[in-house]
């Protein structure tokens, strides 16, 4: 007679020095992830929260760029390091622990040291939330973060095209599975506007809106293809914490509020 194995339990540390752990993920690359993580991130810290903002992306950091920071974390013991501040928020990238031009190839089990350390080693302190930027996929990254680290809700960001979409749905699958709690969907680069004052739906129109209805998720905001927007990211000033007042800013700001209230 054969027994089935009882299921694998995993043990979800959580990060120490801060109250809630968020992930902003997407299954595909480019739809914006970083961009609106870090937007998130200064929105919430307009709403008067100590936030942390954690680059998780091991292969291609951006944090260093989208925040104009090239400082090495401090570390007094050889082992735990001090996040970097910036802007007001404390950061950690695999990034500035490496030469931006040195392309990262590692193999699946250093990806998974490499989080341990990210989520266990340093110091935060003080924190309300710290915002987690994810790689694209649904790799070791998103499982190690699913499964061994405790986290309190995961954003899934999209563009509202079919493509995109059949990877969001990967996503919240993944989620749902390893009982992550999904607090919304956003649709990035939901629309263009012109300069004669039109809205331009150039990946399709409400994808993700109703993919987020087919799911019983939350839908938390179309946020436009703006060019203020993606110069404040290569400039490394970050819209909400610089304009905070610009129209793309006040979408991340109701964006951040209904992420507070979720809380
Ligand atoms: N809503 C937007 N409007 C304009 N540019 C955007 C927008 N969202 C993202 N971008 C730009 O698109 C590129 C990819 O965004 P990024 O945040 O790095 O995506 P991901 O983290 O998902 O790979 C960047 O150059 C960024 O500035
Ligand atoms: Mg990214």
Redesign the pocket.
């Known amino acids: 007679m054969s027994q089935k194995p009882p299921p694998k339990q995993f043990i979800k540390t959580p990060i120490k020095g801060t109250k809630y752990t968020l992930l902003v993920s997407?299954a595909?690359?480019?739809?914006?992830?970083?961009?609106?993580?870090?937007n998130i991130a200064f929105a919430l810290q307009k709403l008067s929260l100590n936030v942390g903002i954690l680059d998780a992306?091991v292969y291609?950091p951006?944090l260093p760029k989208?925040i104009d920071l090239n400082e090495k974390p401090k570390s007094e013991d050889g082992k735990a390091m001090i996040p970097v501040e910036k802007y007001g928020a404390q950061c950690m990238s695999m990034g500035l622990l490496v030469d931006e031009n040195t392309p990262m190839i590692w193999r699946g089990p250093m990806v998974i040291s490499a989080i341990k350390t990210m989520t266990q080693k340093v110091l935060w302190k003080n924190r309300d939330v710290i915002i987690i930027?994810m790689?694209?996929g649904t790799g070791d990254t998103q499982l190690t973060f699913a499964q061994e680290v405790k986290i309190d809700g995961a954003i899934i960001?999209s563009t509202p095209q079919d493509l995109a979409l059949l990877d969001v749905k990967r996503g919240i699958q993944m989620f749902d599975k390893t009982g992550v709690k999904i607090l919304g969907l956003i649709d990035?680069?939901?629309f263009f506007k012109g300069d004669d004052g039109k809205d331009y739906k150039i990946f399709g129109e409400s994808g993700v809106e109703r993919t987020a209805k087919e799911f019983s998720k939350e839908f938390l905001g179309h946020?436009?293809?703006?060019?203020?927007?993606?110069?404040?990211?290569?400039t490394g000033k970050p819209l909400t914490y610089f304009e905070p007042d610009h129209e793309?800013s006040n979408i991340f700001l109701n964006i951040a509020k209904k992420i507070k209230e979720s809380f």
Do not use: C, F
Request: avoid cysteine.
């Open positions: 997407s595909k690359g480019g739809v914006g992830k970083s961009t609106i993580a870090v992306d291609g951006s989208l930027d790689p694209p960001v990035n680069m939901s946020v436009p293809l703006h060019q203020d927007l993606r110069r404040s990211s290569d793309v």
